[in-house]
């Protein structure tokens, strides 16, 4: 039985004060963590004071984003070295307005998915296709090969402790979510391709979620489909009871 896991990633929203803000709104209301995983996924520069604020409590922090490298020459970029010394635990890679604004690659993908592994982070690998490729009939193959490159050289005991976020990029941030069948029929295609890279025990425990116009009113028929194990909500989450009521929805499924 995986233990669904419902991730916010605040994109580049908020100040300092909303941030800290919304965790003191939603602090103490979480559902119980034994039923439901919940992560904010907030910019960098609120992580400290949220990794404070939290207190080891739900919801837990995560970044968006880190660079491969544990330090150097590389301006503007954070990490997994940094991350770990604030606290954060969980970190969202390949997110598709990385692929699309800052030149992420499937080699890239891969490369922070294994320093992000190395360094005790638990990654958010997202994948997703295009409007264009799934009008073509392409989606499965897409995610498939994101699937397959990202996790290029991950032991199995390694991809087990991963997320992956099925992310169909026409979806994000439109209204338009994907039925829950289509969302279901992709993520149990995610497993497929993870069953044939480690065997099905492994697939079996590595949580897929969905991502895209995710909302209270919509994440409980996608969470009914049995290989949806949670989802990566961005504007849904940004009111701490619009997120609270999505992890209260995830935690009775
Ligand atoms: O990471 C989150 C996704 O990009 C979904 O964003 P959205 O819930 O605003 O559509």
């Known amino acids: 039985m995986r233990k669904p896991i419902i991730a916010g990633n605040w994109k580049m929203h908020k100040t300092l004060g909303e941030a800290e803000s919304f965790y003191s709104d939603v602090q103490g209301r979480i559902p119980d963590p034994a039923k439901v ?3 904010i996924c907030a910019p960098f520069p609120f992580l400290y004071r949220l990794v404070q ?3 080891g409590m739900a919801p ?5 984003n880190m660079h491969e490298e544990e ?3 590389f301006t503007g970029e954070v990490s997994p070295v940094q991350l770990k010394d604030l606290g954060v635990r969980y970190v969202i890679i390949g997110h598709s307005e990385r692929r699309e604004y800052f ?4 080699d890239s993908v891969n490369r922070k998915l294994k320093s992000a592994l190395g360094h005790g982070l638990t990654p958010i690998v997202c994948v997703g ?3 264009g490729e799934r009008e073509e009939g392409r989606t499965e193959a897409k995610v498939s090969g994101q699937v397959k490159a990202a996790y290029a050289e991950i032991s199995p005991s390694e991809a087990a402790g991963t997320v ?3 992310e169909p990029i026409w979806a994000i941030g439109t209204g338009k979510t994907a039925t829950a069948e289509e969302a279901g029929d992709v993520c149990r295609s995610i497993r497929e391709t993870l069953s044939e890279l480690y065997g099905g025990e492994i697939a079996e425990k590595i949580r897929i979620q969905y991502g895209g116009s995710v909302k209270p009113d919509n994440i409980g028929e996608l969470l009914a489909q049995p290989d949806i194990d949670g989802a990566l909500v961005g504007g849904a989450s940004l009111e701490p009871e619009s997120f609270l009521r999505l992890a209260e929805v995830a935690s009775n499924e």
């Open 37 to 39: 995983e919940t992560v």
């Open 53 to 55: 604020l939290s207190e």
């Open 60 to 64: 837990s922090v995560g970044a968006q």
């Open 71 to 73: 330090s150097g020459a």
């Open 103 to 106: 030149n992420e690659t499937d």
């Open 129 to 131: 296709e295009t409007l």
């Open 164 to 166: 992956v976020a099925y």
